[in-house]
């Protein structure tokens, strides 16, 4: 119950007064000591006074002193010493231009994690085929549904989506995904999962695409997946091209600009050896310098 200003003064007056009073008494007066005799010894009483008994006093609680300092809004006050809590967060940064910069970058991953974080309710909504659609135009992608010739997009205007329904569709079937250049981690591809008939997947120019994306992509579609293009993504290794070993019915692979692979045509070779319907497009097997050294060795002949 909220208690009004001239209710708390009169308390404080009357509690002012109180202990005026209280300094006002007179103090009570000491028990006076009366001699006893204890015991007798060798003929004579040996007389021993009782002790005096300890002043009474009265005092206060300490709980109900009141500060007149302060105002009645110290009693929504926490206990809690927060300032050791900030004090312990200020100590951890590290005041560098190094340690700025490195608190700044783990701010915005820490903050595109949370934004491509899988979104259970949108799923069960939407529906996987749907709820990827969303996802992915939503972030300047575009998808492809069966019995349909173009793509949908977001308009540039404004974040309304033409021609994608808002709501669970059961026709709606995914068959082609354009995630070109988009901002896409690990994380995200959670939110391209249970898509049953998907045959198209382009992740060209995605920055953060590495092995373990290729890896959860072969593993999600490897019966469904004929096409996927993986250019320019600078953090692909021999692993994760030798991943898509799972993409039983894949039949075009477009590779190129992935620096990390050092053995990218061997690695290519066994693929198509395991797959024999694949075709790897963007790889050279052979030096073209030294084709061109052969024919002009073969035309002075």
Not at 159 to 185: G, H, Q, W
Request: charged share 30%; aromatic share 8%.
């Amino acid at each position: 119950m909220a208690m009004s200003y001239s209710r708390l003064t009169q308390l404080r007056l009357s509690l002012k007064y109180f202990r005026r009073s209280c300094a006002s008494l007179p103090s009570p007066k000491p028990p006076t000591s009366t001699p006893q005799i204890a015991k007798v010894e060798h003929g004579k009483a040996v007389v021993e006074e009782k002790k005096e008994e300890d002043r009474v006093t009265y005092e206060l609680p300490k709980s109900i002193y009141f500060d007149e300092t302060k105002t009645g809004f110290q009693l929504f006050a926490s206990k809690k010493n927060h300032a050791i809590e900030v004090i312990s967060i200020i100590n951890a940064i590290e005041y560098t231009p190094y340690g700025i910069k490195k608190l700044w970058n783990d701010l915005k991953e820490s903050k595109l994690i949370r934004s491509q974080l899988y979104v259970k309710e949108r799923a069960e909504f939407l529906g996987p085929e749907l709820a990827t659609a969303h996802f992915v135009c939503f972030r300047g992608g575009k998808v492809r549904f069966y019995g349909q010739e173009d793509w949908i997009v977001q308009d540039p205007d404004s974040d309304i989506i033409p021609n994608l329904p808002r709501f669970y569709v059961e026709s709606y079937k995914m068959e082609a995904v354009d995630c070109s250049k988009m901002t896409l981690i690990y994380e995200g591809l959670e939110n391209m999962k249970n898509m049953e008939k998907l045959k198209w997947l382009s992740l060209e120019g995605c920055p953060r695409i590495d092995d373990w994306c290729l890896d959860r992509v072969a593993g999600e579609y490897s019966d469904t997946l004929e096409y996927l293009d993986i250019r320019n993504c600078p953090l692909v290794t021999d692993k994760g091209i030798a991943s898509l070993s799972k993409l039983k019915k894949l039949k075009t692979l477009l590779l190129g600009g992935h620096p990390e692979a050092k053995n990218l045509e061997l690695v290519c070779l066994m693929l198509e050896e395991t797959l024999p319907n694949l075709s790897i497009r963007g790889i050279l097997y052979c030096d073209e310098s030294l084709l061109k050294n052969n024919e002009s060795n073969d035309s002075d002949v």
